[in-house]
């Protein structure tokens, strides 16, 4: 499956931002797909997920309750909402794809997923 990643830009701290991440190739509805974020200078952070077949979601306590992940699955995509963005939220966020069942601990590794979007760069100013 291939993924791409779109919308991020320059926004205020305080704004909301949705992120989407299409997928072509692969079944889509037959992948979890994730969120991940880099910021300068730091490791990839896991931000959540959403499961294929039951559209679970799991986030990460960093940013639960400020990020909503859904998936449209007739658009092939999913999308990352964003509110009450912080200047610490800047950082390249990716979507990534995974077609196994994961415990939390699991997916919260990048090693966990084989496909990976090319990233969006959002930034937020104070």
């Known amino acids: 499956v291939q993924l791409q990643a779109f919308g991020g830009g320059l926004v205020q701290a305080g704004v909301s931002l949705r992120l989407s991440c299409a997928a072509s190739?692969?079944?889509?509805?037959?992948?979890?797909v994730g969120w991940f974020r880099q910021a300068p200078g730091k490791e990839r952070e896991f931000l959540g997920r959403?499961?294929?077949?039951?559209?679970?979601?799991y986030y990460a306590d960093s940013v639960k309750g400020r990020f909503i992940i859904s998936r449209d699955n007739a658009k092939n995509t999913v999308y990352l909402q964003m509110d009450s963005l912080k200047p610490e939220d800047t950082a390249i966020y990716y979507c990534?794809?995974?077609?196994?069942?994961?415990?939390?601990?699991?997916?919260?590794?990048?090693?966990?997923?084989?496909?990976w979007g090319q990233g969006t760069l959002v930034t937020v100013s104070a």
């Open positions: 990534v794809a995974d077609s196994n069942r994961r415990t939390f601990a699991q997916m919260s590794l990048p090693t966990a997923y084989d496909y």
């Open positions: 190739g692969r079944t889509f509805t037959s992948f979890a």
């Open positions: 959403i499961n294929s077949a039951t559209s679970t979601t």
